[in-house]
C-alpha cells in the first residue's frame, strides 16, 4: 500500500494563499482594458503572504508581516499614480484597495484562518463582479430607503450583539435579545415584500411573501400583511391571501420537521395536514381569481422598514409569551396537549421539534405526538387570528375566519381519521 504523500503545511498554506488570490484576479481580468492588478499579480502577491508570516515565526520577527502589508500599500499607491499618469478620467479606487485586501487574505491564510480569508475572498469577487448592478440599485435608493437600511444595520450590528441575553420578568421568559432578534426578522420581512411588490407588482409581490416568508415567521408575516391591508382597501384580497399562503408554509414546515424526525408520524398527520393546506390554497385561489389583485396599490412605498410597526409586533410577541407560560401554569394538569398548545402560540416549529423527539425517545405513542403538532398549527392560527384583528379588522372575514375553518377541519380530520 502507498503511504499517503504529506503535504508540507507551508506549502499547503501558500497554495491556498494563491487559489484565493487568483480567483479574485480572475474577476479583475474581466476588465476589457487596462488591468493594472490581474490573476498573475493577485495570485503571486498573496501567495506571498504565508511566506512572510512564516519567516516572521521563524525568526521571531512580526515585523516582517508589517513590512510586506507595507510594501502592498506602497504598490496600492504606485497603481493609483500610474493610473493618474496614464488616463484623464476619473480614476476609481477600487483596485488599489483590492490589493491591499488580498496582502491582507495572504496574511489570514498564513496564520491558519482558512475559513475566514476564503469566505471574505468570495464576498469580495461578489461585490467586484456586480459593480454595475449594485451601482443602478444605489442610483434608485431613495434617500428613506437609505435611512431606514442604517437603521436596521444598527439594530443588527449594534443593537442585537450587546442586548441582554438574561430574562428580564419572573417567568423567565423574556429575553431581550431573543426579543430585539424578532424585531428584525419582521424589519426583514418587511423589506422582502417590499422589493416583492417593486419588482413583482403590488398582488404577486404580497402572495410572495406570503409563501416564502410565512414558511420561516408565520406570524411576523401575518402581521405585516395586515398592516398592508391597513394602508389600502385594494390590498385586503390580495393581503388576505398571503395569509393563508402563509399559513399554508406554516404547516406544510410543521409537519415536515415532525415527520423527518420521526417518519412514524407522517400516517398520522398526512391526512389532516392534506385537507388544512388545501383550504389554505382553495380559499387563496378563490380570493386571487375572484377578489381585487391589482399590480400596484394606492398607497406609496416609502418605507420599506417600519421600526414602529416591528416595535408594536415585538410587544405582541412578548405577550404572547407570557401568555404561553401562564396557560401552562394554570392547564398544567391536562398534560402534554396543553403544553404544547402554550408551546404553539411562541413557536409552533419548536412544538413539532418536541414531539417528534419524545416520540423517538418512546415516552410518548404516534397518535401523542401527532396531536402535539396539531395542537402546535392549531395555537399558531390562534395567533395570527388575535394579530389580525388588532392591527386590522379589514381582514377578518377574508383571513381571519378562513383560519378558524382551517384549524377546526384539521382537528376534527385528525381526531375522526
Known amino acids: 500500500m502507498l503511504d499517503v504523500i504529506s503535504v508540507p503545511e507551508l506549502l499547503a498554506k501558500v497554495l491556498v494563499a494563491i487559489a484565493t488570490g487568483g480567483l479574485i484576479g480572475l474577476e479583475r481580468e474581466r476588465q476589457p482594458t487596462r488591468k493594472f492588478a490581474g490573476l498573475?499579480?493577485?495570485a503571486l502577491l498573496c501567495g506571498a503572504g504565508p511566506i512572510v508570516v512564516a519567516i516572521g515565526q521563524q525568526e521571531g520577527h512580526p515585523a516582517f508581516v508589517g513590512a510586506y502589508l507595507g510594501l502592498a500599500g506602497a504598490l496600492a499607491l504606485f497603481i493609483?499614480?500610474?493610473?493618474?499618469?496614464?488616463?484623464?478620467?476619473?480614476?476609481?479606487?477600487?483596485t488599489s484597495v483590492t490589493v491591499f485586501l488580498v496582502a491582507l487574505l495572504g496574511v489570514l491564510v498564513g496564520y491558519?484562518?482558512?475559513?475566514?480569508?476564503?469566505?471574505?475572498a468570495i464576498v469580495l469577487v461578489f461585490l467586484l463582479a456586480e459593480k454595475e448592478r449594485l451601482h443602478r440599485y444605489v442610483k434608485g435608493v431613495s434617500d428613506q430607503e437609505l435611512r431606514d437600511s442604517l437603521k436596521l444595520g444598527a439594530v443588527?450590528?449594534?443593537?442585537?450583539?450587546?442586548?441582554?441575553?438574561?430574562?428580564?420578568?419572573?417567568?423567565?421568559?423574556?429575553?431581550?435579545?431573543?426579543?430585539?432578534?424578532?424585531?428584525?426578522?419582521?424589519?426583514?420581512?418587511?423589506?422582502?415584500?417590499?422589493?416583492?411588490m417593486r419588482q413583482l407588482g403590488g398582488s404577486k409581490g404580497l402572495a410572495v411573501t406570503g409563501l416564502l416568508a410565512g414558511g420561516a415567521n408565520s406570524f411576523a408575516t401575518a402581521g405585516v400583511l395586515a398592516r398592508m391591508a391597513t394602508q389600502?382597501?385594494?390590498?385586503?384580497?390580495?393581503?388576505?391571501?398571503?395569509?393563508?399562503?402563509?399559513?399554508?408554509?406554516?404547516?406544510?414546515?410543521?409537519?415536515?420537521?415532525?415527520?423527518?424526525?420521526?417518519?412514524?408520524?407522517?400516517?398520522?398527520?398526512?391526512?389532516p395536514a392534506v385537507v388544512m393546506v388545501a383550504l389554505c390554497v382553495g380559499i387563496a385561489a378563490i380570493l386571487w381569481v375572484h377578489g381585487e389583485t391589482?399590480?400596484?396599490f394606492d398607497f406609496a412605498l416609502e418605507s420599506p422598514l417600519s421600526l414602529t410597526a416591528a416595535a408594536k409586533f415585538a410587544v405582541a410577541y412578548a405577550a404572547?409569551?407570557?401568555?404561553?407560560?401562564?396557560?401552562?401554569?394554570?392547564?398544567?394538569?391536562?398534560?402534554?396537549?396543553?403544553?404544547?398548545?402554550?408551546?404553539?402560540?411562541?413557536?409552533?416549529?419548536?412544538?413539532?421539534?418536541?414531539?417528534?423527539?419524545?416520540?423517538?425517545?418512546?415516552?410518548i405513542?404516534?397518535?401523542?405526538?401527532?396531536?402535539?403538532?396539531?395542537?402546535?398549527i392549531l395555537a399558531s392560527l390562534t395567533t395570527k387570528i388575535i394579530l389580525l384583528e388588532v392591527i386590522s379588522g379589514r381582514l377578518r372575514l377574508k383571513a381571519a375566519v378562513p383560519m378558524v375553518l382551517v384549524g377546526a377541519t384539521g382537528v376534527v380530520t385528525f381526531v375522526v381519521t
Open 294 to 296: 391589482p399590480d400596484r
Open 40 to 42: 498573475r499579480t493577485l
Open 80 to 94: 493609483v499614480y500610474v493610473r493618474l499618469s496614464l488616463t484623464d478620467e476619473d480614476v476609481g479606487l477600487t
Open 320 to 363: 404572547i409569551l407570557l401568555v404561553s407560560v401562564l396557560a401552562e401554569a394554570f392547564f398544567g394538569e391536562l398534560g402534554l396537549y396543553a403544553t404544547a398548545f402554550a408551546g404553539g402560540l411562541v413557536s409552533s416549529a419548536a412544538v413539532s421539534v418536541t414531539a417528534a423527539t419524545v416520540f423517538n425517545q418512546g415516552g
Open 156 to 196: 443588527v450590528f449594534i443593537l442585537y450583539p450587546i442586548a441582554p441575553t438574561d430574562p428580564v420578568d419572573p417567568f423567565g421568559v423574556l429575553i431581550p435579545r431573543e426579543v430585539l432578534l424578532f424585531v428584525i426578522f419582521v424589519l426583514l420581512i418587511e423589506f422582502v415584500s417590499y422589493v416583492s
Open 112 to 120: 491558519g484562518w482558512f475559513f475566514e480569508s476564503t469566505s471574505i
Open 232 to 271: 389600502s382597501r385594494e390590498a385586503v384580497d390580495a393581503a388576505s391571501a398571503a395569509v393563508l399562503l402563509a399559513t399554508m408554509s406554516m404547516i406544510v414546515r410543521n409537519v415536515g420537521i415532525a415527520t423527518v424526525l420521526a417518519v412514524g408520524l407522517f400516517w398520522m398527520l398526512w391526512q
Open 365 to 376: 405513542g404516534a397518535e401523542q405526538a401527532a396531536g402535539m403538532v396539531v395542537l402546535g
